[in-house]
């Protein structure tokens, strides 16, 4: 790969970006090698759908594992980064139904075996979308790998993973309370419900008492309808107005049914009037009544959503049509006692946005407590570590309360369950497809229609991309894996589920760390959806505007792990503006070698005695190492943050704010000796600080080093920054004194300089200094020629004393032990700064006076409280302004 010395003015990542990426891959960077000797570091991509575009959740969990991955690979350890996609079948599906529907086709009209069809050729034409923009993002995963839900690979997986667990007899099949969506008619996970608070109405209804004319018991629903399902009313135990009645049968409105009075802890007597109706065929809670108390659960829906017979008159009506036909008739029969609004939990598909009704049906289920318990163990003894910690408590909770987990789904696109049935109601379950029943020989088998929740091919994802159940080298070499990082809000649904399947299938935790990241929220802290548009919405937005570097490098400094984050399109403006000071850094340092036609040769930081370097040098270099082993450190301790922010703060605001400025006097000088040596040191400290800052922007970073490394004419052990290695801390290079003495000398330019700005005077003008150093001032007489160059003094001027008398007048200024003097006719014209300083005082005080009168009147009473502030706040900046003013021109007389 050719660079010319002569860089491009401005850095354009469209320029860039694409193009590094192709020549990353067609090079081999992104594959490792197996080396028996070392440990490899690994982690496996948590799968995108190949419906989905790039949202912010890819984005984080993106450049995450993307920093770990290219840091880990600068350490030298074999690296593999395993990307794949899932079949994500109700998403994929849902997308294809309506594809279909835009032509006036349905499913159902095609049949399975042609709809299956279609779906492969949707996954052929745009299946691909999504790893585009993983690319888009810097990704450094090995393509070469790159795996598929439903490849054939992972489709003998999850056979023989179903088949184990069906021989255990750890799967199973029956009635049991799940989440259905009636629109997709399909069962669907908690994870694709999503809860919404909706405005809705809390129904009084009185059921009568058995034997009992006009006694009743009145209860409270949001869903009426499901009145025709209830097989109970419950109280508490201890609640007084109902006592005397537990044990007594109350009347099923409409029906006629009659249904116990039971009492049950669960119960809040707090909520409507402390009796509750009880369906255990639509309501998880009642579900549980109903298993606690022997009741009934009786279904009364379809699988559209329509009333089934045990609707009674209301059978085959819409659910919502027989709701207000139920209302009806209770007001009409006197039984609807009165309406109150309502607040609640509304629980939507997350595919297609239907209102999902728990409801009874058969499923497949897998018996998961004998799985969860090795793996509580497996985090309890350390052997999977969480971060951050505190979520090993919400690890805990939910694994030893976990249910059993419902496997089946009422789709088409997917992993079909892999059992057959006869005419005899005889079940096979096969690793391979049966010709004949095998427990009665019977020839006419059927398969079964569903297909496995997405989740269980996904729970395998760690091994089976591997070659599981093969005993493939890649499955010898790189698992375990090392780390599984995603977002906190899959915790249960996915980690969970991949701990207990990797223990249970290869014997072994299918990783050893996890590292948990938050969600990407608004700059307010809102949440992002597509019913709360902002800009930066969509990643690749923020890429095409700011670079996928910017992105990444303000999600990584925003993110602490397991909180959330926040996305402020001017920390990624920033982000972006700091990789156009790289580029900036290196083009001035690869211009110190072109302009002076020499090459560096070999580095020779390793002969050179400290002491023999400037005190600049000195200190630039302590603070490069010590920078090194800060970022390392952190690092480790997976605070990617904090180590980047050190790297900004050194690049920036001490290697271009401080020691660039400085090599200016070496480097413009006339010994040939110091340029060489100052140009060493530049290109070293860019070097390791571009190294420092590859994991996190490797586009600007990877541009910058090939032109630095060709700037420099010296032979690098890797041909690209990618796979280069990771700097190593030099102690005998950490300087203790160096960094306080030239913080000293920063110190005194920095008063300078601000000094110079409070007076207005020109940026170019030299103006001259008395220095009285005390102790330092052998230190500052070393560091006149440094002082002078950066505070703009006039070196004829400027002089340094241990006691010095004060100019009149002059401005003091204090630095520690050490007053600086600047004479005032020298900076500015003085006659002409008073009337100047006068004028403004007299304008800020005109401005107090207004603010003053405006708070004193009805403003104060009658204005929004976070006016008045804002009004008060400005008075209080315009009153130091003037104090500040008046002082400047008491120093003037």
């Known amino acids: 790969m050719s660079h010319p010395i002569e860089m491009p003015k401005a850095y354009d990542p469209k320029q860039v970006e694409e193009r590094l990426y192709d020549w990353?891959?067609?090079?081999?960077?992104?594959?490792?090698?197996?080396?028996?000797?070392?440990?490899?570091?690994?982690?496996?991509?948590?799968?995108?759908?190949?419906?989905?575009?790039?949202?912010?959740?890819?984005?984080?969990?993106?450049?995450?594992?993307?920093?770990?991955?290219?840091?880990?690979?600068?350490?030298?350890?074999?690296?593999?980064?395993?990307?794949?996609?899932?079949?994500?079948?109700?998403?994929?599906?849902?997308?294809?139904?309506?594809?279909?529907?835009?032509?006036?086709?349905?499913?159902?009209?095609?049949?399975?075996?042609?709809?299956?069809?279609?779906v492969w050729d949707w996954k052929r034409e745009y299946g691909s979308i999504i790893t585009h923009q993983i690319r888009r993002m810097g990704a450094s995963c090995d393509w070469t790998r790159e795996r598929f839900t439903l490849d054939e690979g992972l489709s003998r997986a999850v056979r023989e993973a179903f088949v184990r667990l069906y021989e255990k007899g750890l799967i199973y099949r029956g009635p049991r309370l799940i989440n259905w969506c009636p629109r997709c008619e399909t069962a669907i996970s908690d994870l694709e419900v999503e809860h919404e608070d909706t405005a809705s109405k809390l129904y009084y209804v009185k059921y009568p008492l058995e034997g009992a004319e006009r006694e009743f018991i009145m209860v409270a629903t949001t869903r009426p309808e499901t009145?025709?399902?209830?097989?109970?009313?419950?109280?508490?135990?201890?609640?007084?107005?109902?006592?005397?009645?537990?044990?007594?049968?109350?009347?099923?409105?409409?029906?006629?049914?009659?249904?116990?009075?039971?009492?049950?802890?669960?119960?809040?007597?707090?909520?409507?009037?402390?009796?509750?109706?009880?369906?255990?065929?639509?309501?998880?809670?009642?579900?549980?009544?109903?298993?606690r108390h022997h009741l009934e659960a009786i279904n009364i829906l379809n699988p559209d959503g329509t009333l089934n017979a045990n609707g009674g008159p209301y059978a085959g009506l819409d659910r919502y049509v027989a709701r207000e036909k139920m209302i009806a008739d209770l007001q009409s029969a006197g039984w609807l006692d009165h309406i109150a609004d309502h607040t609640m939990a509304l629980g939507r598909c997350q595919r297609c946005e239907a209102i999902v009704e728990p409801l009874i049906s058969t499923q497949w289920f897998v018996k998961i407590a004998p799985l969860a318990q090795p793996a509580i163990e497996a985090v309890k003894k350390g052997k999977i570590k969480i971060i951050p910690p505190r979520f090993n408590k919400v690890y805990f909770d939910w694994m030893t309360n976990i249910r059993d987990w419902c496997i089946s789904r009422q789709l088409w696109w997917g992993h079909r369950i892999p059992v057959w049935y006869c005419e005899h109601g005889h079940e096979t379950c096969a690793r391979t497809d049966p010709t004949a029943c095998a427990v009665c020989g019977s020839k006419n088998i059927r398969q079964d229609e569903d297909v496995l929740d997405t989740w269980f091919s996904s729970g395998l994802w760690p091994f089976s991309t591997l070659g599981w159940p093969q005993a493939t080298a890649d499955l010898k070499y790189f698992y375990p894996t090392t780390v599984l990082e995603t977002g906190y809000d899959i915790l249960f649904f996915w980690v969970a589920r991949m701990i207990m399947m990797g223990l249970e299938y290869t014997g072994k935790v299918p990783f050893a760390w996890v590292y948990l990241h938050g969600l990407i929220r608004h700059k307010d802290g809102s949440k992002i959806s597509k019913s709360n548009p902002q800009p930066g919405d969509n990643p690749l937005d923020v890429i095409q505007d700011y670079s996928a570097d910017a992105l990444r490098f303000t999600?990584?400094?925003?993110?602490?792990?397991?909180?959330?984050?926040?996305?402020?399109?001017?920390?990624?403006?920033?982000?972006?503006?700091?990789?156009?000071?790289?580029?900036?850094?290196?083009?001035?340092?690869?211009?110190?070698?072109?302009?002076?036609?020499?090459?560096?040769?070999?580095?020779?930081?390793?002969?050179?005695?400290?002491?023999?370097?400037?005190?600049?040098?000195?200190w630039i270099l302590s603070r490069l190492n010590r920078t090194i082993a800060g970022v390392t450190k952190h690092f480790e301790n997976w605070n990617f943050g904090e180590g980047n922010r050190l790297i900004y703060e050194f690049l920036w605001s001490e290697f271009a704010d401080w020691y660039i400025e400085?090599?200016?006097?070496?480097?413009?000088?006339?010994?040939?000796?110091?340029?060489?040596?100052?140009?060493?040191?530049?290109?070293?400290?860019?070097?390791?600080?571009?190294?420092?800052?590859?994991?996190?922007?490797?586009?600007?970073?990877?541009?910058?080093?090939?032109?630095?490394?060709?700037?420099?004419?010296?032979?690098?052990?890797?041909?690209?920054?990618?796979?280069?290695?990771?700097?190593?801390?030099?102690?005998?290079?950490?300087?203790?004194?160096?960094?306080?003495?030239?913080?000293?000398?920063?110190?005194?330019v920095r008063a300078i300089r601000n000094a110079r700005a409070e007076f207005n005077v020109e940026p170019g003008k030299r103006i001259p200094a008395v220095i009285a150093a005390g102790r330092a001032r052998r230190l500052l007489e070393s560091q006149r020629e440094t002082i002078a160059a950066l505070a703009r003094l006039e070196p004829a001027q400027f002089a340094i004393a241990a006691k010095a008398e004060k100019p009149a007048p002059s401005l003091a200024l204090v630095v520690g032990k050490i007053e600086i003097y600047l004479p005032l006719a020298g900076m500015v014209d003085i006659e002409k700064e008073k009337t100047r300083l006068a004028n403004e005082i007299a304008q800020v005080k005109a401005d107090i006076a207004r603010a003053d009168k405006l708070l004193a009147g009805e403003f104060s009473r009658r204005a929004p409280k976070e006016v008045v502030q804002k009004q008060r706040d400005a008075l209080a900046a315009n009153q130091e302004r003037a104090a500040r003013l008046e002082a400047q021109l008491a120093s003037l007389e």
């Open 555 to 618: 999600i990584i400094t925003s993110s602490a792990p397991g909180n959330d984050t926040r996305l402020d399109l001017e920390k990624v403006e920033h982000a972006r503006n700091f990789g156009n000071k790289i580029w900036n850094i290196t083009r001035y340092v690869v211009s110190s070698f072109t302009d002076s036609g020499s090459r560096l040769g070999n580095l020779p930081l390793g002969t050179w005695r400290p002491e023999s370097l400037s005190l600049a040098d000195r």
């Open 227 to 291: 009145i025709l399902g209830d097989t109970a009313v419950a109280v508490h135990p201890r609640d007084p107005r109902y006592r005397k009645l537990v044990g007594r049968m109350a009347i099923l409105p409409v029906l006629g049914r009659h249904i116990p009075i039971i009492a049950d802890d669960v119960v809040d007597p707090e909520f409507g009037t402390g009796a509750v109706k009880v369906t255990p065929g639509h309501d998880p809670t009642d579900y549980e009544i109903g298993k």
């Open 662 to 748: 400085a090599s200016k006097l070496a480097l413009f000088g006339d010994d040939a000796r110091t340029k060489r040596r100052t140009r060493a040191i530049l290109a070293h400290t860019l070097d390791m600080g571009l190294r420092l800052l590859h994991p996190t922007m490797p586009f600007v970073t990877e541009e910058a080093w090939q032109n630095l490394k060709q700037a420099i004419g010296r032979k690098q052990k890797a041909d690209a920054l990618i796979v280069a290695e990771w700097p190593q801390a030099d102690k005998r290079f950490l300087d203790a004194r160096a960094e306080r003495d030239f913080a000293l000398v920063m110190e005194i």
């Open 24 to 118: 990353w891959e067609s090079r081999g960077y992104f594959q490792p090698r197996i080396d028996p000797k070392r440990k490899p570091f690994v982690i496996s991509i948590p799968p995108p759908n190949i419906t989905g575009e790039l949202h912010h959740g890819h984005a984080m969990f993106l450049t995450f594992e993307d920093v770990m991955i290219r840091w880990h690979r600068m350490l030298g350890e074999p690296t593999l980064w395993v990307p794949g996609s899932d079949h994500a079948g109700i998403a994929t599906q849902n997308v294809v139904e309506k594809a279909l529907a835009k032509q006036g086709i349905t499913r159902q009209q095609l049949g399975r075996e042609e709809f299956v069809k279609r």
